[in-house]
């Protein structure tokens, strides 16, 4: 009798997705508020919805695309970026979401075993791509305590002692899950770092529309920095899977590399999803700014709800739709504390230990309604008060 085949280390060595075990959590209660995961509560545009509706019965909709994406919509892409984030010397290729557009871009720019370099609190689908593609020198740099910004004197130390260079640092442009802003100064000077060392510079601009009280977000090209955006969050397309890699123009092969990963995981990213893409740029940044800017309402309400926690504990919140907050220090166990706020308060948050945080916690004030996020609020300020006052009570 022969023994069961054995799983891929990589796959056994990668983390349990932390969305997957949240929405378990969540089926398991009754009555539960989620400001957990990073979702905003719009939907596409109503225009662009109902030009959707009158392609299902086109036959090219069920046929395969253009590995790169549609050519009309590549098109609208490059125009926005060099209208919108002066990019000028970028090429496209369109994605089944910003996600895969990281492991396409893991897989063609790294090898098993290269050494890359993340900022803690980090994304931590980011981090799951690199372990389950074998590249586990995985090294965690600081954030500034204060702003949560990438600490860019050690990046600067790491990317000196290490020989060789790592192969790709990685950032996200406003913050997730930390929700903090990067000004284009710091941007700039860990470009530089990283094009003096011959490393990769990879960011991810999803929440590039998500940024408050003035703030600009702005963008930077060279021959060694890849974007990455999305449709998800500013246009409401979650569950449509659209983002797209903005790669640079001039560095021979990366494209040719690129389709070889992009022909063996989706093909083209969904025809029907590029379409509803190209509709809704068709409205312009400002239909998603209007939406956008309303979230400040709700930012103020789970800050209010969080304020139990004390003046210094909650940071984050420039950009993004998140808050990081930390938890008092005997509460290390941050996972524990968000099991007992479901169960007992009927409120749902992200644990910081799946971004490289113990003892905080990940809110999102993108996903509700502002009464929905007021009855949150209150559900999360009622448990958190209880906790400092009386611990965990079952």
């Given at each position: 009798?022969?023994?069961?085949?054995?799983?891929?280390?990589?796959?056994?060595?990668?983390?349990?997705?932390?969305?997957?075990?949240?929405?378990?959590?969540?089926?398991?209660?009754?009555?539960?508020?989620s400001?957990?995961?990073?979702v905003?509560?719009?939907?596409?545009?109503?225009?662009?919805?109902?030009?959707?509706?009158?392609?299902?019965?086109?036959?090219?909709?069920?046929?395969y695309?253009?590995?790169?994406?549609?050519?009309?919509?590549?098109?609208?892409?490059?125009?926005?970026?060099?209208?919108?984030?002066?990019?000028?010397?970028?090429?496209?290729?369109?994605?089944?979401?910003?996600?895969?557009?990281?492991?396409?871009?893991?897989l063609?720019?790294?090898?098993?075993?290269?050494?890359?370099?993340?900022?803690?609190?980090?994304?931590f689908?980011?981090?799951?791509?690199?372990?389950?593609t074998?590249?586990?020198?995985?090294?965690?740099?600081?954030?500034?305590?204060?702003?949560?910004?990438?600490?860019?004197?050690?990046?600067?130390?790491?990317?000196?002692?290490?020989?060789?260079?790592?192969?790709?640092?990685?950032?996200?442009?406003?913050?997730?899950?930390?929700?903090?802003?990067?000004?284009?100064?710091l941007?700039?000077?860990?470009?530089?770092?990283?094009?003096?060392?011959?490393?990769?510079l990879?960011?991810?601009?999803?929440?590039?529309?998500?940024?408050?009280?003035?703030?600009?977000?702005s963008?930077?090209?060279?021959?060694?920095?890849?974007?990455?955006?999305?449709?998800?969050?500013?246009?409401?397309?979650?569950?449509?899977?659209v983002?797209?890699?903005?790669?640079?123009?001039?560095?021979?092969?990366?494209?040719?590399?690129?389709?070889?990963?992009?022909?063996?995981?989706?093909?083209?990213?969904?025809?029907?999803s590029q379409?509803?893409?190209?509709?809704?740029?068709?409205?312009?940044?400002?239909?998603?700014?209007?939406?956008?800017?309303d979230?400040?309402?709700?930012?103020?309400?789970?800050?209010?709800a969080?304020?139990?926690?004390?003046?210094?504990?909650?940071?984050?919140?420039e950009?993004?739709?998140?808050?990081?907050?930390?938890?008092?220090?005997k509460?290390?166990?941050?996972?524990?504390?968000?099991?007992?706020?479901?169960?007992?308060h009927?409120?749902?948050?992200?644990?910081?230990?799946?971004?490289?945080?113990?003892?905080?916690?990940?809110?999102?004030?993108?996903?509700?309604?502002?009464?929905?996020?007021?009855?949150?609020?209150?559900?999360?300020?009622?448990?958190?008060?209880?906790?400092?006052?009386?611990?965990?009570?079952?």
């Open positions: 009798m022969g023994t069961n085949p054995k799983l891929a280390d990589r796959a056994l060595n990668t983390d349990t997705p932390v969305m997957v075990e949240i929405q378990a959590l969540m089926r398991s209660v009754e009555d539960v508020i400001l957990a995961q990073g905003v509560y719009w939907q596409p545009p109503e225009q662009a919805l109902d030009k959707v509706k009158e392609i299902v019965w086109e036959p090219s909709t069920s046929r695309g253009a590995d790169e994406g549609l050519p009309e919509l590549r098109e609208a892409l490059i125009k926005k970026l060099r209208e919108e984030n002066k990019l000028y010397n970028s090429s496209v290729m369109v994605t089944a979401g910003a996600n895969q557009a990281f492991v396409n871009l893991v063609t720019l790294c090898d098993a075993g290269n050494s890359v370099v993340m900022f803690a609190p980090y994304y689908n980011a981090y799951m791509s690199f372990q389950m074998d590249v586990t020198n995985i090294l965690v740099g600081p954030s500034n305590p204060k702003t949560l910004q990438p600490d860019a004197d050690w990046l600067e130390k790491i990317l000196l002692e290490n020989k060789p260079a790592p192969k790709l640092v990685t950032i996200v442009n406003p913050g997730n899950p930390s929700g903090t802003y990067i000004p284009e100064p941007l700039k000077r860990i470009s530089d770092l990283c094009k003096s060392a011959g490393s990769w990879v960011v991810d601009n999803t929440y590039e529309y998500f940024v408050y009280d003035g703030l600009k977000h963008c930077i090209e060279d021959n060694h920095i890849i974007n990455i955006f999305s449709f998800s969050k500013a246009y409401g397309m979650m569950g449509w899977r983002g797209y890699i903005a790669y640079p123009s001039e560095v021979d092969g990366i494209g040719a590399q690129l389709l070889k990963v992009q022909d063996n995981i989706p093909i083209c990213a969904s025809i029907i379409r509803l893409a190209l509709y809704s740029l068709e409205t312009g940044p400002e239909w998603v700014r209007d939406r956008v800017k979230l400040v309402k709700n930012r103020a309400l789970l800050l209010e969080l304020s139990p926690l004390g003046e210094d504990a909650v940071k984050g919140g950009g993004a739709i998140y808050l990081w907050a930390k938890l008092p220090d509460y290390p166990d941050d996972f524990t504390v968000v099991r007992w706020l479901a169960r007992r009927g409120v749902v948050v992200l644990p910081g230990v799946a971004s490289g945080g113990p003892g905080y916690l990940r809110i999102s004030f993108g996903g509700l309604r502002e009464a929905d996020c007021e009855v949150a609020a209150g559900r999360l300020r009622r448990g958190l008060e209880e906790l400092l006052r009386d611990g965990m009570v079952q």
